[in-house]
Nanobody
Framework: VQLQASGGGLVQAGDSLRLSCAAT????????IGWFRQAPGKEREFVAA????????LYADSVKGRFSISRDNAKNTAYLQMNSLKPEDTAVYYC????????????????WGQGTQVTVSS
């Protein structure tokens, strides 16, 4: 049972990236998926989350209007579309899973991926 985050990279301010979170060995379709990030020297913070049913989404204020979370249950994959990236978005991004409902509390997630680095240059 694992989550695999991918899609990070080095981009310039204003660019876009799409992160993917692929789940294996778990009933992904009933999970809520959350994205969190951690910058050097800072605590991990919530970015976005999507529930299973009914579909609902949560976003941190810092990414509202720029980031979009989605999921494809047939592919056992969730996505984080990040547009208008800023240098302050630079961090390691982690995806996490919990049963059913979306949450912005990291301790409520029981399965975590390994993280993918996003670096935004100014």
């Amino acid at each position: 049972v694992q989550l695999q985050a991918s899609g990070g990279g080095l981009v310039q301010a204003g660019d876009s990236l799409r992160l993917s979170c692929a789940a294996t060995g778990r009933t992904f379709s009933t999970d809520a998926i959350g994205w969190f990030r951690q910058a050097p020297g800072k605590e991990r913070e919530f970015v976005a989350a999507i529930s299973w049913k009914p579909i609902s989404t949560l976003y941190a204020d810092s990414v509202k209007g720029r980031f979009s979370i989605s999921r494809d249950n047939a592919k056992n994959t969730a996505y984080l579309q990040m547009n208008s990236l800023k240098p302050e978005d630079t961090a390691v991004y982690y995806c996490a899973a919990r049963y059913w409902s979306a949450s912005d509390v990291s301790d409520e997630y029981d399965l975590w991926g390994q993280g993918t680095q996003v670096t935004v240059s100014s």
